[in-house]
């Protein structure tokens, strides 16, 4: 478990908290423990205060089915689809939202995001749980569901390198495309817990991604600010284009929503990226541009991979950090996120 959690000026915008900070500590019931000098809010903390100003109990749930998906996707690698996933899924924990996290990547790079070395533990990760459901053999899915926050509030179903081996079976399975979806169907009494499933795609076009893309209503493409990526977009927008078209019969659409990363505003090669972005996608595109920033660099260690964590947790006041708070704020209103089935105003 993470002991993350943020000061007051943070939990206050967090909570959207309008009233006079001196009150705002009364909101949780919880005293400052002796050893911290600050009033530390966790993800937890941050719900049962939400909660609270909605006028409802601490224990108010959703409806039990599967809730909105974030899926990161580019059919190109490096582009800042695990950064943006980890750290907007970390940042939706602090707004109060429950949070599941699945690595889809057999890089792992969510899971050593968040401190895990693969390469030491015993990993089940969602391949193994998918294959187990197609063989109707039995399984357990909370012993694949890592906590990462308190009380649920962050979640991972981890990943390791042997996810890759997933499209071996998959490839001989019916209706493959739609196996991930029946997987979550079939156990909407644990997804459906969640206000949020974020998911971390493979750079890769296969089929696992596919399933995962045939899951999701809107997938999340995160494009990097140069003319590789750009073209990279292209392709992607085909492969949903071809998945639009190939299961239109069964009612099935999926969306596109753009985030453009790594923006650095001496580079004019950025600035045109973007420009060319706007005018190709411009109901798509989101106005929450995340810079080049130092602080993503920052994230991973290498010798103490334990102290690893995404740039919200380690550098909360910083400009990357900023930028993440407003585009999870955004993805909030875009994937009508909500809290105990409330809409979040
Ligand atoms: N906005 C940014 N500013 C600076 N560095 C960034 C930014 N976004 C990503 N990076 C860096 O770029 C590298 C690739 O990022 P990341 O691993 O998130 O990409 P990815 O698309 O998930 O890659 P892959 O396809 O291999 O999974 C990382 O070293 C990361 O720190
Ligand atoms: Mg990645």
């Known amino acids: 478990m993470r002991p993350f959690g943020v000061r007051s000026k943070l939990a206050h915008e967090f909570t959207g908290f309008t009233g006079k900070p001196k009150d705002f500590r009364f909101l949780i019931d919880r005293e400052k423990q002796s050893?911290?000098?600050?009033?530390?809010?966790?993800?937890?903390?941050?719900?049962?205060?939400?909660?609270?100003?909605?006028?409802?109990?601490?224990?108010?749930?959703?409806?039990?089915?599967?809730?909105?998906?974030?899926?990161c996707r580019m059919s190109k690698g490096g582009v800042g689809k695990t950064v943006i996933c980890g750290n907007v899924a970390a940042t939706l924990a602090m707004f109060g939202h429950r949070v599941l996290m699945i690595d889809g990547d057999p890089q792992a790079s969510l899971t050593g995001l968040f401190g895990i070395n693969w390469a030491n533990e015993n990993i089940n990760h969602i391949g193994e749980l998918m294959?187990?459901?197609?063989?109707?053999?039995?399984?357990?899915?909370?012993?694949?569901?890592?906590?990462?926050?308190?009380?649920?509030?962050?979640?991972?179903?981890?990943?390791?390198?042997?996810?890759?081996?997933?499209?071996?079976?998959?490839m001989g399975s019916t209706n493959r495309e739609f196996l991930f979806k029946k997987f979550?169907?079939?156990?909407?009494?644990?997804?459906?817990?969640?206000?949020?499933?974020?998911?971390?795609?493979a750079p890769s076009t296969n089929l696992l991604t596919n399933a995962f893309m045939c899951a999701s209503q809107k997938i999340l493409a995160v494009v990097w600010l140069d003319g590789q990526s750009l073209k990279a977009m292209q392709v992607l927008a085909s492969n949903v284009a071809e998945l639009n078209s190939a299961f239109s019969e069964l009612g099935f659409h999926l969306d596109v929503h753009i985030v453009a990363n790594g923006y650095h505003p001496s580079y004019s090669s950025c600035k045109d990226a973007l420009t060319t972005l706007a005018s190709n996608y411009p109901d798509q595109l989101s106005d929450i541009v995340i810079p080049h920033a130092s602080s993503f660099m920052r994230q991973v260690e290498l010798y103490k991979e334990e102290q690893s964590g995404p740039a919200i947790e380690r550098e909360p006041n910083s400009?990357?950090?900023?930028?993440?708070?407003?585009?999870?704020?955004?993805?909030?209103?875009?994937?009508?996120?909500?809290?105990?089935?409330?809409?979040?105003?």
Do not use: C
Not at 146 to 168: E, F, K, V
């Open 35 to 71: 050893t911290q000098y600050h009033n530390i809010y966790y993800a937890d903390d941050i719900r049962y205060i939400r909660l609270k100003l909605m006028n409802l109990p601490p224990d108010a749930d959703r409806k039990r089915r599967i809730p909105p998906i974030i899926n």
């Open 131 to 170: 294959y187990r459901f197609h063989r109707k053999e039995s399984f357990y899915i909370e012993t694949a569901i890592r906590p990462i926050y308190n009380n649920h509030m962050l979640d991972l179903i981890a990943s390791d390198i042997t996810l890759a081996n997933t499209d071996t079976w998959l």
């Open 184 to 201: 979550l169907d079939a156990n909407v009494d644990v997804f459906g817990r969640y206000d949020v499933i974020v998911i971390d795609s």
């Open 319 to 345: 400009t990357a950090a900023r930028a993440v708070i407003d585009l999870t704020k955004s993805l909030v209103k875009e994937y009508d996120i909500r809290i105990a089935d409330q809409p979040v105003i």
